[in-house]
T-cell receptor
Framework: AQSVTQPDIHITVSEGASLELRCNYS??????LFWYVQSPGQGLQLLLK??????LVQGIKGFEAEFKRSQSSFNLRKPSVHWSDAAEYFC?????????FGTGTKLQVIP | GAVVSQHPSRVICKSGTSVKIECRSL??????MFWYRQFPKQSLMLMAT?????????EQGVEKDKFLINHASLTLSTLTVTSAHPEDSSFYIC???????????FGPGTRLLVL
């Protein structure tokens, strides 16, 4: 069965600092991988996705993620965090049948 | 593109009543929609997969007679919480599978409070 692990429950970064959110997946074949962001009381917004091809994926809002098969990872990065990036971030794996979500990482941005 | 709406955004009801939540794909057709439940500070829990024109597929532990799902058209799926009880209070989110058949696009969620 697929599983997605987000090791960090909560991360705090200063505004302007770089960010990396970790995600590890467990899947036999090459998975479809996603990063979503959820603001309080809102639904999920797709930041980026990886299906195949270039392992460095660019998304919206200045986010990128890199697929590393050898490490079973799909970490999300942003070079300079803005206060508006404070939210909950979910990594997900899957696709046609169903999507498996990680437990989420809550990002706090301090001035 | 790929916008999904939900209605209502929040609802308060009395225990024992039924509540219907609508999920619509606004600018694309979705043969498959998904219903999730999210508890505070937790991840999303898939409740059921809704396929247009056929019966929904429920996840283990989800009562199909309590959570009725109808997917009557390619742009609309509804979730009806029947005989709601306080323990049904939660944040319900729907998603629709996009035209690439892999990506899910999420609605804004519905906050249900059962008194």
């Amino acid at each position: 069965a697929q599983s997605v692990t987000q090791p960090d429950i909560h991360i705090t970064v200063s505004e302007g600092a770089s960010l990396e959110l970790r995600c590890n997946y467990s899947y036999g074949a090459t998975p479809y991988l996603f990063w979503y962001v959820q603001s309080p009381g809102q639904g999920l917004q797709l930041l980026l996705k990886y299906f195949s091809g270039d392992t460095l994926v660019q998304g919206i809002k200045g986010f990128e993620a890199e697929f590393k098969r050898s490490q079973s990872s799909f970490n999300l990065r942003k070079p300079s965090v803005h206060w508006s990036d404070a939210a909950e971030y979910f990594c997900a794996s899957g696709g046609y049948q169903k999507v498996t979500f990680g437990t989420g990482t809550k990002l706090q941005v301090i001035p | 593109g790929a916008v999904v709406s939900q209605h209502p955004s929040r609802v308060i009801c009395k225990s024992g009543t039924s509540v219907k939540i609508e999920c619509r794909s606004l600018d694309f057709q979705a043969t498959t929609m998904f219903w999730y439940r999210q508890f505070p500070k937790q991840s999303l829990m898939l409740m059921a997969t809704s396929n247009e024109g056929s019966k929904a597929t429920y996840e283990q532990g989800v009562e199909k007679d309590k959570f009725l799902i109808n997917h009557a058209s390619l742009t609309l799926s509804t979730l009806t919480v029947t005989s709601a009880h306080p323990e049904d209070s939660s944040f319900y989110i729907c998603s629709a599978r996009g035209t690439d058949q892999e990506t899910q696009y999420f609605g804004p969620g519905t906050r249900l409070l059962v008194l």
